[in-house]
């Protein structure tokens, strides 16, 4: 089995980052970067740490967007 993680684990991860903590949701973000970084997908990546940037900064909205690109990026991968 490999560790690259599956499109639907990368999804799942996004849709979980609606709630939590700060930190968790960072967390999950920082997750779906190293997940996308392994597929090789090196501007979705650097899509989901501009988005825990903006989640840093208190910018919710950038942030918001910043999911909902990836979350169709990555949906259009399969």
Known sequence: MSDTPSIDVLLATLNASEVGSLEAIAEKMRQVQVGLEALGQAELAGAAAAAVQALRRGDVPEFK????????????LR
Do not use: C, D, N, V
Request: no cysteine; hydrophobic share 35%.
């Open 65 to 76: 967007r910043g999911r909902a690109f990836l979350q169709s990026k990555i949906g259009h």
